[in-house]
Structure formats: C-alpha cells, structure tokens
C-alpha cells in the first residue's frame, strides 16, 4: 500500500493481523466482527496520527467488518470523503438506494477513475448473495484508493 512511513508502521500489525487480500471478504457481510481485529483497530484510532483523521478511522472499521463504527464516524464527515465512506458502508450493508444517495452527494471522485460508484451498487445489489470473487477484489481495490486518498 502506499501510505507514508508512519502510518505504514503504524498500521503493519493491522496489515500483518489481515491482508488487504483477505479483508472485507462479503459484499454484504453477515457475521459480527473479529473482536480480536475490533480491539485493534480500536487502539491504533487512539495514535496521533489517526485521532483526528476521522476519514481514515472510517475506512479502518470497514476494512474489518464493523459497519456500525465506520457509519458513526462517517456520517459526521462533511466532505467527499465522508460521503464516500458513508456511501460504501451503506452499500456493505445491503441499503443499496442509500448507498448510492451518498456517492451522488460526493460528486465524481478522481480516484475512481474507470470505476462507476453507482453501478457497483448495482452490481453488488445484484450478485451479493453469490459473492462473486470479481467484485470483492473490486471491493478490495476501491478501499485501497479512498485510504490512500484519505491518508495524503
């Protein structure tokens, strides 16, 4: 990933504990999150250089599962990156129409380049009971955008 070199190691525990290509494995996951990985990430948001950065810290709780922490923070962002937070939590969740209600509110995102928000909605609104692996690795790569965009 390509963060700088405090917040790399910073996070390496996280990264070390799971990969990016293990993480977020449901479109729309079912299960409750890893308390071990919810512990985790609960205290790497207490370093100064997440403490403030809400934006990352919503990024963090969907990277483990946990929609309801990620939702808290991001709704409380007024930015296109807190839309676009909030708009990926929703759509994890299954609220497909509110999902895209937020990526309309966040406007066109240049690091989505080639990826269309709204029709991945469509795609995961379609396919989510299937997971099919095409669309968690595009899961997987349109968080890895947003984090890095967010980390800079």
Request: glycine share 4%; charged share 20%; proline share 7%.
């Amino acid at each position: 990933m390509n963060l700088t070199q405090p917040l790399s190691s910073l996070l390496a525990p996280l990264f070390e504990a799971l990969p990016l290509d293990s993480a977020m494995p449901d479109l729309v996951p079912s299960a409750v999150p890893d308390p071990a990985l919810v512990e985790l990430v609960s205290t790497l948001c207490k370093d100064p250089l997440l403490l403030k950065n809400l934006p990352l810290q919503a990024g963090l709780w969907l990277y483990v599962d946990d929609l309801t922490r990620s939702h808290n923070i991001s709704q409380s962002i007024e930015s296109q990156a807190g839309s676009l937070w909030h708009g990926i939590m929703h759509r994890r969740e299954g609220d497909f129409w509110n999902s895209k209600y937020w990526f309309r509110k966040a406007g066109t995102f240049s690091g989505f380049a080639g990826m269309n928000p709204s029709d991945f909605v469509d795609q995961v609104e379609k396919a989510h009971k299937q997971n099919p692996l095409a669309l968690v690795a595009h899961q997987r790569q349109e968080w890895q955008v947003l984090f890095e965009w967010c980390a800079k």
